[in-house]
């Protein structure tokens, strides 16, 4: 099996690697990818901003890596500053090698397995990703199982950049986000969005500092809903559906110059798909436990077109 899978529709092309079960690149009618794209043979540095990755078992920050489980205090691998594990410390889901259980010309499934105690937390965890491209949207769907209680919260961390960034304009449908400290971990206040730059009931442009939650539900759904659109540059469209209840969102303030590419900081926007980020810390945030018999499912829908 080669390192780059290639799923193809009517109006799609991706790239999928099976490193970090990553999407590499998306195309839209013979276009330049949507996302952003390096080799990481000549720029080893950039995947460690999970381009395209799948970001987990417990996506974006925990407090002092701390989880509180059952009476009992279980500690992930703090990466960032000493200060909080982000997306699950230095050897989450997005360093995995996933395995490719089944491929065909438009989508592919992966697999991960996480022993127990990986990452600091309990349970044996297998992990199944499927990517699906169908005429202009690629589908992801993750699933999830565990022998024992556990957090679960995964996230896609693709950064979007539909033609100019300067002319990227996003809607979000919430009314409320997270604020956050000094370190960009939630507060645990849920605040209102009206008066404030993460309004973004009408399209418009991002403010650059947001690193932030955006609350769209309470709870997990079944059925994917309307999360985001992003409107890019010559009346293209990215609407973003999902089943998760929030959506973080952050400006790409820190992705990294690299030298002989258009790679650069705001290169990019990262929506992210997932649960409150934080949520074991904080019991007023949408639960992200996963139990034997009661497993983790997301479907997001990335959903690509001309604006009319």
Known sequence: MT???TLVSNDLHATVSPHGA????LSYQGSASLTLHADPTLHPTWRDVYPGAIVGP??????GGRVPLND????????????SALHSGPNGLDQQMWQVVHQTSNEVHLCALLPHETGGLPGTRAINVHYKVEGASLTLSISAVTDAPTPINIAHHPYWRLGDTHDHRLQIPATHY??????????GQIAPVANTPFDHAHPKQLDPSVDHNFCLKTVASNVPTRLATLHG?????LRINSTEPGLQVYAGAHIPTLPGTDIAPFAGIA??????????NHPNFPPILCAPGHPY????????????
Not at 233 to 237: P, V
Not at 271 to 280: I, M, N, R, S, T
């Open 58 to 63: 417990v996506a974006n920050r925990v407090a």
């Open 297 to 308: 499912r997301q479907i997001t829908q990335y959903c690509i077109g001309r604006d009319t």
């Open 178 to 187: 997270l604020p956050v400290n000094g370190d960009n971990i939630p507060t």
């Open 271 to 280: 929506l992210e798909p997932q649960g409150w980020p934080d949520a074991v």
């Open 72 to 83: 009992v205090i279980h500690h992930m691998p703090c990466n960032e500053n000493g200060i």
């Open 233 to 237: 540059s010559d009346g293209l469209a």
């Open 3 to 5: 390192d780059q899978i």
């Open 22 to 25: 990553r999407l590499e690149t």
